[in-house]
């Protein structure tokens, strides 16, 4: 099973709608994180959380909302969804303990706005 | 503001043709450049760290090197399988955060 596991990895919404992305993660990291990805634009932070009681924007957070349920888990959300939003989306993972803090992939989610 | 810039932005290279990626950087307080390998359709996955200038990293055919101001990704005669996307990212101490800021990648693609 994958470290780091992001649900749904495929979706397609309707301008307007509210939906909601997933991530779960298995490797006990305290740190998480979710980025967005466009073609020729690189990763670009949206929010990140270093525990469940801490929550920052990123660079790009206008139309997004994030909750940490529990330190496993992070789920992203778009309150009302706009073509613009159309990306790929990752979350990602690090151990605060460390010095190093090498981030862990998801798969990735494919958004589609319509 | 921490900033990166990869070069170039796609290369082409015949198998067994080695060459180089490049990440220049600015930061404030280098806490570590990172390199990472993306397939299509995948998440980015960790290759190496680098924390300061003169350091090297080696593995199989990849071997990073960093400066002051820049790191190099070098490809000894590549192979087909190592076609995908290199993105540097950059960690500086600004904020207390140390938050990694991505550069926008080099696609690489090795003909068989």
């Known amino acids: 099973d994958a470290d780091v596991t992001q649900t749904p990895r495929n979706r397609i919404t309707k301008t307007g709608k509210r939906i909601m992305l997933e991530c779960s993660q298995t490797k006990g990291h305290d740190r998480m994180y979710w980025y967005r990805q466009d073609p020729g634009l690189g990763l670009r932070l949206i929010y990140y959380?270093?525990?469940?009681?801490?929550?920052n924007k990123g660079e790009i957070s206008d139309g997004y909302s994030v909750s940490r349920q529990a330190q496993a888990k992070f789920s992203l959300s778009l309150e009302s969804a706009i073509p613009n939003q159309t990306a790929l989306y990752f979350c990602a993972t690090s151990d605060g303990g460390t010095a190093k803090n090498i981030q862990y992939f998801g798969a990735g989610t494919r958004l589609s706005v319509l | 503001e921490d900033q990166v810039t990869q070069s170039p932005e796609a290369l082409r290279l015949q198998e067994g043709e080695s060459s180089s990626l490049n990440c220049s950087y600015t930061?404030?307080?280098?806490?570590?450049l990172f390199w990472y390998r993306q397939d299509p359709g995948k998440g980015p996955e960790f290759l190496f760290t680098?924390?300061?200038a003169g350091e090297e990293k080696e593995k199989e055919r990849l071997k990073a090197t960093l400066t002051k101001k820049e790191s190099f990704l070098h490809i000894t005669a590549p192979k087909p399988e190592d076609s995908a996307t290199y993105l540097c990212a950059v960690q500086g101490r600004s904020g207390g955060s140390y938050i990694p800021t991505f550069g926008r990648g080099t696609s690489l693609i090795v003909h068989p």
């Open positions: 680098l924390y300061s």
């Open positions: 959380s270093f525990d469940v009681k801490d929550i």
């Open positions: 930061v404030s307080g280098l806490r570590g």
